[in-house]
């Protein structure tokens, strides 16, 4: 089945830096969703991205849909303590009744 | 604001209880869903339903059987719990892939 990967598992960084995260298959997505999970909850979305080269930001968080249509980059700019958490990316699988393939997410730590 | 409700943020049961895990959602979504996420796995789909009375299985439903009576309220059964189900479970719901899917809180589940 379709996968979105997701690396590395784990990012450490300062406060005030900015940081980029991308997410890659090797099939094509008409649809690109980032999701930020905080510690105890549930995951929220953060950002849509429905057209290829797209480009969309939400506050310090820019998101971008990959030309390929095979990847897309998240980019949170200006770090603070609560940008803490696990970021995820999605798609919608092909078929029917489509449900979301999601990649396994990256967990973010920012140092104070 | 749109909303899911998980009826338990922390529960722990004892091996071979039948555990029941209660999702409720307040926006006529036809679309819900169940997540098992364990550290280092991201999220696993055990169960998903598109309609009243009707189910899914999803990745992983062994162990898990699912009830959807009403539209708004979609159950996850253990029917007889196991310490390798000690996880968190995330319900979701959505009214169309795409625009992805609303998360509850969790339960954190713990069998002991």
């Known amino acids: 089945g379709q996968q979105l990967n997701q690396s590395p598992q784990s990012m450490f960084i300062q406060e005030g830096e900015d940081v980029s995260m991308n997410c890659t298959s090797s099939s094509i997505f008409n649809t690109w969703l980032w999701y930020k999970q905080d510690p105890g909850e549930g995951p929220v979305l953060l950002i849509a991205?429905?057209?290829?080269?797209e480009l969309t930001s939400n506050g310090r968080l820019t998101a971008q849909f990959g030309i390929t249509r095979k990847d897309s980059f998240l980019n949170i700019s200006a770090s603070i303590p609560s940008d803490v958490g696990i970021y995820f990316c999605?798609?919608?699988?092909?078929?029917?009744?489509?449900?979301?393939?999601f990649g396994k997410g990256i967990t973010l730590s920012v140092r104070p | 604001d749109v909303k899911v409700t998980q009826s338990s943020r922390y529960l722990v049961k004892r091996t071979g209880e039948k555990v029941f895990l209660e999702c409720v959602q307040d926006?006529?979504?036809?679309?819900m869903f169940w997540y098992r996420q364990d550290p280092g796995l991201g999220l696993r789909l055990i169960y998903f339903?598109?309609?009243?009375?009707?189910?899914e299985k999803g990745d992983i439903p062994e162990g898990y059987s699912v009830s959807r009576e009403k539209k708004e309220r979609f159950s996850l059964i253990l029917e007889s719990a196991s310490t390798n189900q000690t996880s968190m479970y995330l319900c979701a719901s959505s009214l169309a892939t795409a625009n992805g899917y609303t998360f509850g809180s969790g339960t954190r589940l713990t069998v002991v």
């Open positions: 339903s598109y309609d009243v009375k009707m189910k």
């Open positions: 926006m006529d979504h036809e679309n």
């Open positions: 999605a798609g919608p699988a092909t078929g029917a009744n489509s449900k979301l393939t």
């Open positions: 991205l429905y057209k290829a080269g």
